[in-house]
């Protein structure tokens, strides 16, 4: 199992990690607007980790349309955090020294406290913005990451990618995210940030899923 946590004061919002909350949808962020999609994109152990390999080499990101660029890994070992048994026992924390991976492009896999630059276009609006990888989790059954952003995007918040393979042997693939207009236009017309949500969500899911019709 490997899971990294990275906290820091330069993303530009509160709730960090709130993705992860089970009542996010009813409770979400002070002005934000939560979203929770989940799609079985397949059975088995390998259909599990290539759709995990994909997450973590930013396919999602890139093959929904976005360019990643400037990919800056953070310096030093990062926390992993608390994990729990089923018992939902804590479980002792431990440090993370994993060796970075890379794609076949050099591009750093991801990791938690890794930086990110996204440039695209999204439902007309631009969808540029810095973002930072707030955790990563890499168990036996469970593989994703969180991306909250740092500046420089049209709204503020965080977004999670999670791929699960159940006891049933099916694999889900879940996006849930919470969004706080962040310019002008979007806090003049709050529509258009459900409206950048869904397309994106969906561009996600394509990327990742080849049942996707």
Do not use: C
Request: proline share 6%; net charge neutral; hydrophobic share 40%.
């Amino acid at each position: 199992m490997r899971r990294g946590t990275f906290r820091d004061e330069t993303v530009d919002y509160a709730a960090v990690g709130a993705t992860q909350a089970p009542d996010l949808l009813q409770y979400p962020p002070e002005r934000s607007i939560p979203s929770h999609e989940s799609w079985k994109i397949g059975s088995g152990e390998a259909r599990f980790r290539a759709a995990g390999e994909a997450l973590l080499s930013w396919r999602a990101q890139r093959d929904a349309g976005l360019e990643v660029r400037d990919v800056r890994p953070a310096s030093g070992p990062a926390y992993t955090g608390v994990s729990f048994d089923e018992e939902g026992q804590p479980i002792a924390p431990t440090r993370l020294e994993a060796d970075q991976r890379y794609d076949q492009d050099g591009t750093p896999f991801v990791g938690a406290g890794t930086t990110i630059q996204v440039h695209g276009r999204v439902a007309g609006q631009r969808a540029d913005a810095e973002l930072r990888v707030i955790f990563v989790v890499e168990e036996k059954r469970r593989i994703g990451f969180a991306l909250g952003t740092v500046g420089d995007s049209v709204v503020s918040g965080e977004e999670s990618f999670m791929v699960d393979w159940y006891a049933n042997d099916e694999v889900w693939f879940t996006v849930r995210a919470f969004d706080a207009p962040a310019s002008l236009l979007y806090r003049v017309f709050p529509i258009l940030t459900k409206r950048r949500r869904y397309k994106l969500t969906q561009r996600y899911l394509r990327a990742i899923s080849p049942m996707y019709t």
